[in-house]
């Protein structure tokens, strides 16, 4: 095994490779800081009433699929249990993997739409796959 030297230049590849071309279609990952929290009223009443059924909360860490169609995944609900995650916590977003491999959640994401087989948080960058 070769010995990369952790540059900028070799960073920087690396990332650009995990990540979606502009205008591409993702499954959005929404941050969720409380139950009154405004990204919740964007949601669809489907959405919200998956919420309320599944009894999700939008604990530290707290990750929820939501329903899309046909059958797959339309997006996923991380909670951060409050505006001030970044600063308490600031590599919550790292649950993500281990949250979504147990749930079950890569293989659905990855069967969801081929065209929407990959992840995005909206505002953020996109990555191509789980």
């Known amino acids: 095994m070769t010995n990369k030297a952790m540059t900028l230049e070799t960073i920087s590849r690396a990332l650009a490779d995990q990540l979606l071309d502009p205008g591409a279609e993702g499954i959005p990952i ?3 800081a409380s139950e009154d929290d405004p990204v919740l009223k ?3 009443e489907v ?3 998956w919420i309320k059924a ?7 860490g707290a990750v929820l699929l939501l329903p899309g169609s046909p059958g797959g995944v339309g997006g996923v609900l991380l909670g951060t249990g409050g505006k ?3 600063s308490r916590t600031p590599l919550l977003t790292g649950v993500l993997p281990s949250a979504l491999r147990h749930s079950g959640g890569c293989s ?4 969801a ?7 995005s948080v909206p505002g953020n960058s996109r990555a191509k796959t789980m």
């Open 30 to 32: 929404r941050l969720v």
């Open 42 to 44: 964007e949601l669809t």
């Open 47 to 49: 959405e919200r009433g």
């Open 54 to 60: 599944q009894g999700w909360k939008p604990k530290d």
């Open 84 to 86: 001030d995650w970044a």
């Open 108 to 111: 659905a994401l990855r069967g």
């Open 113 to 119: 739409h081929e065209s929407r087989s990959a992840v």
